[in-house]
């Protein structure tokens, strides 16, 4: 018998984050380019944050994504490369179709590198 789906879901501390930063659902939504809603929707677990969404929250927030998540334990610092930085600002510019697209392109080329 599978998982149900609340038993694989992260903690989110994305509200508590933003409240002691001080930051109001506005503000995180502007900073974001999305909707009110699209936070409040992170915020009560109804969706799932994307990896970009949560890299560019942790560091607007000044907190961790372990923080974010709720995850305690070892926080190993992971340092970031220029052009990794680079690739995630372009990367969160970019239209969602676009973005779509190129998870998609990702996926098919990592599937086909794959070892037999």
Avoid: F
């Avoid at 009560?44 to 995850?71: F, I, Q």
Wanted: glycine content about 6%; charged content about 30%; aromatic content about 6%.
């Amino acid at each position: 018998m599978g998982a149900r789906k609340s038993d694989v879901r992260h903690r989110n501390n994305l509200r508590a984050c933003r409240e002691a930063a001080g930051k109001s659902q506005r503000q995180l939504a502007a900073i974001m380019g999305v909707s009110e809603k699209s936070v409040s929707a992170w915020e009560t677990g109804r969706v799932e944050m994307k990896a970009d969404h949560l890299l560019a929250l942790s560091n607007w927030l000044g907190c961790t994504p372990n923080d974010l998540l709720g995850y305690d334990g070892d926080a190993r610092v992971v340092r970031v490369r220029a052009y990794e930085e680079r690739y995630a600002e372009i990367y969160a510019r970019l239209a969602p179709n676009v973005r779509d697209a190129l998870e998609t392109i990702l996926d098919a080329s990592s599937k086909s590198r794959r070892p037999k």
